[in-house]
Each structure stands twice: as structure tokens, then as C-alpha cells.
């Protein structure tokens, strides 16, 4: 199936988009200079031709105040510190991933002992774990032996790094899962 850029350049300039110059509508604007000074409110047209007198813009940065709030910039300038602070933010957030597990009924001690050190792995990196108990065939018959399985797990999870449940113990058809995270 093909995926479709074209909402996505438009989401990217609905970000933040300031009107600029002759696109403000009010009649009236409370100005700030370039230095960060207050002007007051004045007429948008005289705003206009002290920005043009400067070589700069007039752009309106709060429009939703009353009367609307306008400042004298460097657009471009305005947009480049934008666009730094978005980054910064973006960097800044940790992506917490679902780390999958999957074991059987007929896991041996050894393989259960690995999977409980990869959880511990994932959950101290701060990611969740989910961990999934499939029955196949015949297995489906023991139910009980699987969430019991699968509590055991927690539980040995449990001992080496607190853990807290996300989403209890559930069974959909013959799979049971979990999910957990640290505390």
C-alpha cells in the first residue's frame, strides 16, 4: 500500500504559523520593539511602517490576546529559534518502548531464567515489558498451569527489580499476557 507524505508536510507547517506584515487583519496591535520593549497598542498600519522603516517585520506573535500582540523581527530569525526549541524538545523526550517475551507452557528452567534476565534487562533501560504465554494444541486444556506459569515469571521479576502491572494477568484465547514496568 502506498503511504501518503502529504498530511504530513502540512502538519509540519501548522506547527506554528505567525501572520506576518500585511496578512495581520486587526486594526489595532499591542507592539513590542526588536529590544523587547513595550510600545502599546497602536494602529496596525503604523506598526507597518516603523517594521519597514527598521528593515524588519511586523509579526504577530499572540493573536488571541486583545487586542492582538505584534512584534518587530526578523521573521526568518523568529522561525530558525522556532524550529531550535521544537528539536531541543523533541530530544529531550524518552520514547518508552513495549519489549515483547514470549514463552510456552513447556519452557524449560534454564529458558525461563534467560527470559526473567532480558525483562530485568528491558525494564532497567526503562522500557515495558510485555510477556506472553502461548498455548498450542493440547496445552490449551491446562489454563491454570499457564497463568500460574506466568505468575511465577512476575513474581521472579519481582525479587530482582520492583515492578508494578500495567495490565494485569489476561487470557485472549490461548495466549495470556502481560505487561509491566518498573517502579
Known sequence: ???????QRYQQDQHKRHRTNA????????????????????????????????????????????PPVAKIVDYSKLRYQEEKERRKEKARQ???????????????????????????????????????????????????????NLEKFVAAINEKIPVTLEQPITAQGGNFSVVMAKK
Open 23 to 66: 496578512f495581520i487583519k486587526s486594526l489595532q496591535v499591542r507592539l513590542i520593539d526588536e529590544t523587547g520593549q513595550n510600545i502599546g497598542v497602536i494602529d496596525t498600519a503604523q506598526a507597518l511602517e516603523m517594521a519597514a522603516e527598521r528593515g524588519l517585520d511586523l509579526v504577530e506573535v499572540s493573536p488571541l490576546a486583545n
Open 94 to 148: 524518552k520514547k518508552v518502548e513495549i519489549k515483547g517475551i514470549r514463552m510456552s507452557l513447556r519452557i524449560s528452567e534454564h529458558d525461563t531464567e534467560v527470559r526473567i534476565e532480558q525483562a530485568v534487562k528491558f525494564l532497567t533501560q526503562g522500557d515495558k515489558v510485555k510477556a506472553a504465554l502461548v498455548l498450542k494444541g493440547r496445552e490449551h486444556q491446562h489454563m491454570g498451569l499457564a497463568r500460574e
Open 1 to 7: 500500500m502506498r503511504i501518503s507524505r502529504k498530511n
